[in-house]
């Protein structure tokens, strides 16, 4: 009886984490190297919205899970929207992706000093 | 005495005779200040004769990296930009002074990705993929080596030999001509990245240089 109990909190425990699979170190990636992949096989219009699409789900997912968004995440979706000319999003995710890694500065600073332009 | 000789003969022959060494052994630069928090992957240099490895690698080698706790540059924007800049290949960039790479990106080091072999072998009850990578990962302050890894992986795709001969023929066909490849090229990303001392954002930063399991042979070979 008392064995049921603990296997019904083991499933109840299970449930609500939502089991979410990620890194050691902590990063959601989803399925980014499928999409990915795909893109650079075919890059056609539906297969760069895909991963778009894909990327955007990688930010929510880890969101909701108080993760930090792996290394590169934004600014990829920075600048699949930057390709849209929807050039005030991608330098807000420019802007997040330099906040979580400073690493990037140099490099994301420059892509939007060049969007301006 | 002669007992103690022959258990250690026999050992060699267990371990097949590979010297290993710890991670700090092999690579003791990434365990002082000349360790990077950053990388900026080359677009791979693809001597395979199957074309379409190179995208498979692009797409599956950010992952284990960022996992070992590095910052690493999006290879999507960064493949753009190199080739623009006429650079389609790593082979292209190896002639560029590395302190280039530390002013126009930022990026702490270089990550130089080549694929040696991306074979199909196809055989009538069983087929089997072999991949061989190497990877040299350098300063773009000393230019110095900081890691490299030598890897090669085989890894059966065949069909189902329970099915008959003729069954077993018309599933190794299926089987090689749906093939999902990305699994293949993330375990040969992981387990030469598995030999690198992990990178600050991961939290045995430090803390891994005795860790063996470092071939020396596989170490030298990517340099070659």
Redesign the interface.
Known sequence: MRYNKGIHILLLVLLLSGCVVT???G?Y?GS???T??T???DPTENNILAHEDNLRKIIRVSEEKNLKV????L??LG??TSKRNNNQEAAALYEKEVKL?P?????LE??ISSNDK | MSKFFCSVILMMFVVGCVPLETKQAAFPDMYTDARP??ILILPAINKSTAS?AA??I???L??PF????????????TTDIFNNEGILDGRQALEIPKPVFKK?????SVLFVTINKWDKNYAILAANVTVAMSYVLISTTTEEVLWSYDQEVVIDTGGDSSAGLLGAIIATAINTAVQDY?PI??KVNNAAVATMPVGI???SVGQDGEVAGVSSEAKNKALQ
């Open positions: 890194s050691p170190v990063y990636w980014y190297s499928k990915y992949y893109l650079l096989k792996a290394p590169g995440i600014a990829e600048y699949l890694y690493e990037s500065r140099v490099f420059r892509l | 928090t950053s379409d995208s498979y692009t797409a599956t950010t992952q960022a996992d070992a706790g590095y910052y690493v540059f999006p290879t999507l924007l126009s990106f930022g990026a702490d990305i090229a993330q954002y991961h939290p």
